[in-house]
């Protein structure tokens, strides 16, 4: 699954999953800057992280990765 890391108007978001993370759908995977306008990245499925780039954050759906997580913001 490819996510945008720039979802409208405002700036782009700041990925703050890695490669080989595992996170959960809901989970926040990309902020804004302090100050900005624009829409935190949640997401959209279980996986790893297989890619982030300047542009999106690659998630590959219902692979297990690393121990390296990041926490669900309920």
């Known amino acids: 699954v490819r996510m945008e890391l720039k ?3 405002g700036v782009p978001a700041e ?3 890695a490669v080989n993370s595992q996170v959960v759908k809901g989970q926040i995977i990309g902020r804004i800057p302090d100050g ?3 829409s ?3 997401a959209s499925v279980d996986g790893v992280v ?3 780039t300047k542009d999106e954050i690659v998630i590959a759906a219902g692979r ?3 121990d390296e997580k ?3 913001n309920d």
């Open 15 to 17: 990925a703050i999953a």
């Open 64 to 66: 297990e990765g690393s």
């Open 36 to 38: 900005k306008m624009g």
């Open 70 to 72: 990041i926490h669900r």
């Open 50 to 52: 297989t890619a982030v």
């Open 7 to 9: 979802q409208h108007i």
């Open 40 to 42: 935190f990245l949640h």
